[in-house]
């Protein structure tokens, strides 16, 4: 018999407290505030009497601006994130100190970035606040009902924020920027390490169901922003930059994922199980096909572009 959520909860909990332990040994302690360069701001238009944003008044390319928008809108997103997994992770024991030490550094995120964006003016903030309001009360509520499809979410989830971050600041051409987001990203990796060891653990205790979990996560993947509003479009810009696409996540998230889960490789899965790994390497090679003709055609467009 499959085990239940519960169950897997607490033969996971052992798991839980030995890989807090290592997060709390790895992760580096850092401040917001240095990752901004306060002197280069000056007053809005407002009670302080300075100037509104103009569109001059940025130096960042327009895909990066984009790309910052759609990342920093994600991040504002963490008390809907952090109900989501406080509900299904509990809040006692390690799982509990893990979710209250998780939100405290995801919350840097957005505060850094903000700050970063407001002070040298990088994006419009009136635009900014507004779609943070609307984006806030839009909420975010997860697909996926078990506990083993969370776990296996948040592993594809964090490293594809992780590299997101991380190209958002190559793309910047500006080296505040690229230092603050690959601090970020350092965060999201020891994020994604966590929750992809804990997910290992669980195809030891119950392979069949979490090589199920781990296809319904992988077929139906959606970035937790993709209820941004105009977000299909500002995806769009993002994936023609080469910032994030379809290729990215197929070959830098999906499968270094699953390689160290060892899903193709696993033995002793019965009838469900086989079928789960069936319909995913189906997919992935559906996914790798559409993701080639993506990339051919951005190709193209680009050689038109340049004559």
């Known amino acids: 018999m499959p085990m239940t959520q519960t169950q897997l909860l607490h033969e996971l909990e052992p798991i839980v407290a030995g890989e807090l332990d290592r997060h709390e040994k790895m992760a580096k302690e850092w401040f917001p505030h240095e990752y901004v360069p306060w002197s280069e701001g000056r007053d809005f238009d407002g009670p302080y009497g300075g100037e509104a944003w103009q569109e001059g008044d940025s130096k960042l390319p327009e895909p990066a601006r984009v790309s910052l928008i759609v990342n920093l809108l994600t991040e504002d997103n963490l008390p809907s994130y952090h109900h989501e997994i406080a509900t299904t992770f509990g809040r006692d024991g390690a799982w509990g100190t ?8 995801e919350d840097r995120h957005g505060t850094a970035i903000r700050d970063y964006l407001t002070v040298t003016r990088a994006v419009d903030p009136v635009k900014l606040e507004r779609a943070r309001m609307a984006h806030m009360q839009s909420g975010f509520m997860t697909d996926y009902g078990t506990m083993l499809q969370q776990l296996a979410y948040v592993s594809f989830q964090e490293l594809a924020t992780r590299i997101a971050h991380r190209n958002t600041g190559t793309a910047s051409g500006d080296e505040g920027c690229e230092r603050l987001l690959a601090r970020i990203a350092a965060d999201e990796n020891l994020h994604m390490l966590f929750y992809r060891n804990l997910l290992k653990a ?11 979990a781990v296809t319904d996560v992988v077929t139906t993947f959606q970035m937790p922003g993709s209820n941004i509003a105009g977000f299909t479009r500002m995806a769009m810009t993002i994936a023609h930059e080469g910032i994030y696409d379809l290729r990215l996540h197929l070959d830098d998230v999906l499968m270094p994922v699953l390689r160290q889960w060892s899903v193709f490789d696993k033995t002793g899965l019965g009838p469900e199980g086989e079928r789960a790994r069936e319909e995913l390497s189906e997919f992935l090679q559906r996914t790798d096909e559409t993701a080639a003709r993506f990339v051919a055609r951005r190709e193209e467009r680009r050689a038109r572009a340049r004559g």
Request: glycine residues 0%; charged residues 30%.
């Open 202 to 212: 669980a195809f030891e205790l119950d392979p069949d169901q979490t090589m199920r």
């Open 98 to 105: 893990w979710v209250h030490r998780w939100t405290a550094e």
